[in-house]
């Protein structure tokens, strides 16, 4: 099957290019956060610090830092700052 493979209608929210590994490590991550913070005091931080956070896990995993799952962690501050930051789409 080619192009055409499902002829219904583009979805407005295309759900499938989400990766179900990626969204559980978040989940994970999101957990065990709740554990080490309780109460989502991660809501009383503004959404720049989330983003300077975010950027921070970015340059330790380029730079070979394996020490945290960085990437994880990153992607946890960027839904941080999305949720503080008031855009909600």
């Not at 979805?11 to 109460?39: C, D, I, M, Q």
Request: aromatic share 8%; hydrophobic share 35%.
């Amino acid at each position: 099957m080619g192009e055409n493979e499902y002829p219904q209608d583009r979805e407005e929210n295309e759900f499938r290019y989400l990766s179900p590994a990626w969204l559980n490590e978040l989940a994970k991550g999101l957990t065990a956060g709740a554990v080490r913070h309780p109460g989502e005091t991660w809501r009383t931080i503004p959404a720049r610090e989330h983003v300077w956070r975010a950027v921070r896990h970015c340059i330790l995993w380029l730079a070979g830092d394996d020490s945290e799952p960085h990437l994880v962690n990153a992607g946890m501050r960027i839904m941080m700052a999305w949720e503080t930051s008031g855009e909600d789409g």
